[in-house]
């Protein structure tokens, strides 16, 4: 790629942001739209859909960005939860890194690249020189210039390093403090135990209050047995659907709730499909109670166990319970809400056998999504797009085309196939038998992650210079040579991903484009909206692995290819501005965790680190500096025991809370009279939701409420 094509491409996506900023600023003032651009301000009636029209309205303005830099950490953890503020570190600490490797990329290692002549570019016209002349493979084979890049690649190492420690010590820090400001909630006083051991003649809830009450005498408080309810649900979400549509036909005309009731609606005697609707529920209506009542017998060997203490909860987490470890087993419960109850409806093959399709799947999916890789590879390269299709010779002449298909079109196409990615990784996650949506989706997010950074980055370099080596590249002394000659062949590739991608969907995100046009269309053919209105949450599973892919590209090219580094730096200032304003604005949790996604950002971090040293070996091997070469390999080993450390120190932290904090709460409990209250709403917390009422009470018979007791729930 030429430098006059990533121009190209900057100027496209620099003039779309500005619509998107420009817009925005002007319908997020509009009434109408406060549900698009302030659904969670609007939720808790901080934000009105009617108001008096003036001029200011139509005018741009860019007040937003002041409200949203004000708010600090702490009042963030306060009005959105820990998860949220662990969220925005991601982009504080990628600031940081990448303000100090462009300085040092932009004012020491890119003008070493640039005046290199290993390339023998003539350096005349700029605009049409390849933007290999500014990464290191135009540095003179054996040239002591290199010694730069090799003092740079330590030093940047280390300042990695330092923020990334200083990260774990904040968050961590914050993580204690947010328990101990937090009031009692249920999950910290519950676990889960599967493999109950249920012996003939004895119901699962017997067994459990039996078990409990004598090896926990003084802290057992109280279980809820999981019942097998995916029929229930089933039936539920079918009633739901019915009755919305008969709220849809009740605010329609009386002429179209009538239609034929033969084929498609065109033979056969009119009917009032008001009055079919109606029976329909009613028939829903009784399955239900029917399948409520023969819930009682259809337990699952699994039960949430409540205790009267955080510590006696977390004594029962810890330790064995019997002396056959199949039995008993206890995890961690999750909050109530977060419960994902379709889980317990699997038996233990079921979801080994899922487990396994889960695996061929994404193996599958890797394979597939190779296709796409193929094809963004080919647009890159114009002289194999005239070899493929020799009649868009011609058009592929014209300076302006060119420039628009290997500067912008392939990052577009590739970006449009990842978008599928996040989606099909929760459905695989929700089938493997996680318990909580936390859980689903911090699978899903590892996931997403290593299948972006082998798709998008192994696969893109492979299939440009190395797919053909495949049997060299899995002998691993060969691994550094390998990736040292690919890697610096697609900064160009990467370079304008940045820019297409990154910057293009954080406007997008901004701007919201789908819900914008969705509240218009209802609106426009529905009118008023009646339905239950419903803020929306984010999703770490599908943000988070963007954000530590682009940290990847900018670690391993730090050295490689510095000119990525001003736009990294554009990318992470805008995002740190647009999310802190969609997470105060638009989305509200649906569970906290308490930063539990934190380790994967570590992880990815030192992965990266790694990656790029493998890279320098080999490179300083290729370009004739073996002395430099040798003295970095040490530096991947001090980094992984810079891991290790981490590991030991913090790790824990993110698992479970020690002993100490969990005695002082507990302590702090027992001058707290709202205890009491808490107690008696910890025994109902952790029934399933299908199980308490019928949805859609039709008489006043008594016949639509519970028919399990409250004990037998």
């Known amino acids: 790629m030429i430098l006059s094509a990533l121009l190209t491409s900057v100027g496209i996506n620099l003039g779309l942001c500005f619509l ?9 003032k509009q009434p109408w739209n406060v549900p698009v651009y302030a659904p969670r301000l609007l939720a808790q009636g901080q934000s009105q859909q009617e108001g008096e029209f003036n001029l200011e309205r139509l005018l741009p303005t860019a007040g937003w960005v002041r409200r949203a830099w004000q708010p600090s950490d702490e009042q963030l953890i306060s009005t959105l939860g820990l998860d949220a ?65 090799f003092c740079a690649a330590y030093i940047f190492t280390g300042v990695v390093c330092y923020f990334l420690y200083y990260e774990h010590c904040y968050i961590s820090s914050k993580r204690i403090a947010y328990f101990y400001s937090s009031e009692p909630k249920p999950h910290q006083f519950t676990v889960l135990v599967r493999g109950i051991p249920v012996s003939s003649g004895s119901s699962c809830s017997e067994t459990v209050e039996r078990f409990f009450t004598e090896y926990h005498p003084t802290t057992y408080l109280s279980h809820a047995v999981v019942r097998r309810t995916s029929k229930l649900r089933g039936l539920i979400s079918d009633a739901e659907k019915m009755y919305r549509n008969l709220a849809h036909l009740k605010l329609a005309q009386s002429g179209q709730r009538f239609r034929r009731d033969g084929f498609l609606g065109i033979f056969g005697r009119k009917v009032n499909i008001l009055d079919k609707y109606e029976k329909k529920l009613e028939d829903l209506e009784d399955n239900m109670r029917m399948e409520q009542s023969s819930l ?50 699997a038996s233990f093959l079921k979801r080994w056998i899922c487990n396994l399709v889960v695996v061929v799947a994404c193996a599958a999916l890797t394979i597939l999504f190779l296709i796409p890789v193929v094809i963004v590879q080919g647009l890159t390269h114009l002289d194999q797009l005239e070899i493929w299709f020799p009649f868009l010779k ?83 002394k060969n691994i550094p040579r390998v990736l040292a000659e690919a890697v610096p062949a697609q900064a160009a590739f990467f370079i304008a991903y940045v820019v297409t991608s990154g910057w293009t969907s954080l406007s997008s995100e901004l701007f919201r484009l789908t819900p914008l046009l969705c509240s218009f269309i209802k609106r426009l053919f529905a009118g008023k909206d009646d339905d239950k209105f419903e803020v929306p949450s984010i999703h770490y599973y599908s943000e988070i692995p963007t954000l530590l892919f682009f940290g990847l590209l900018g670690v391993t090219y730090f050295f490689l290819a510095p000119l990525i580094l001003p736009f990294l730096l554009v990318y992470y200032c805008m995002g740190y501005i647009i999310y802190r304003n969609q997470l105060l604005n638009v989305y509200s949790p649906k569970y906290e965790t308490g930063g539990k996604f934190w380790p994967i950002v570590h992880y990815s971090i030192i992965f990266s680190l790694v990656l790029m040293h493998v890279i320098a070996i080999g490179l300083f091997g290729l370009k004739k500096l073996p002395l430099g070469a040798s003295l970095t390999v040490p530096l991947p080993l001090l980094t992984l025991l810079f891991n290790e450390y981490c ?58 409420s519970p028919l399990l007791p409250p004990s037998e729930v």
């Open 20 to 28: 998107f900023f420009t817009l925005y600023s002007v319908l997020r």
């Open 647 to 704: 590991r030991k120190r913090f790790l824990s932290i993110f698992k479970s809370y020690p002993v100490e904090c969990l005695a002082k709460k507990d302590r702090e409990d027992q001058n707290n009279t709202a205890m009491a209250a808490f107690y008696d709403k910890l025994v109902a917390a952790y029934r399933d939701p299908v199980l308490l009422s019928t949805r859609y009470p039709r008489s006043s018979d008594g016949r639509s």
């Open 85 to 149: 503020v662990v969220f925005t570190r991601i982009f504080v600490f990628s600031l940081k890194v990448f303000a100090f490797a462009g300085v040092v990329g932009v004012f020491i290692l890119l003008p070493v690249n640039f005046l290199g002549n290993q390339l023998d570019y003539d350096f005349s016209d700029l605009s049409n020189k390849s933007l290999d002349s500014f990464s290191i493979s135009n540095v003179n084979d054996g040239s002591n210039w290199l010694w730069v890049h």
């Open 296 to 345: 009682a017998g259809k337990e699952v060997p699994a039960a949430f166990v409540s205790f009267k203490s955080r510590l006696g909860a977390a004594i029962a987490l810890h330790i064995p319970q019997g002396v056959n470890p199949t039995e008993w087993v206890t995890e961690r419960a999750p909050e109530p809400q977060d419960v994902y109850w379709p889980f317990f409806s």
């Open 394 to 476: 011609g058009i592929l002449e014209i300076a302006v085309v060119s420039q628009v298909i290997t500067g912008y079109l392939p990052s577009l196409i590739l970006q449009l196939f990842l978008s599928l990615v996040p989606p099909i990784m929760i459905i695989f996650s929700s089938i493997q038998g996680y318990i909580s949506l936390s859980q689903i989706e911090n699978s899903a997010c590892n996931k997403v992650l290593w299948f972006t950074i082998w798709n998008i980055f192994f696969a893109n370099v492979l299939s440009g210079s190395a797919l053909y080596q495949v049997n060299v590249f899995l002998e691993p």
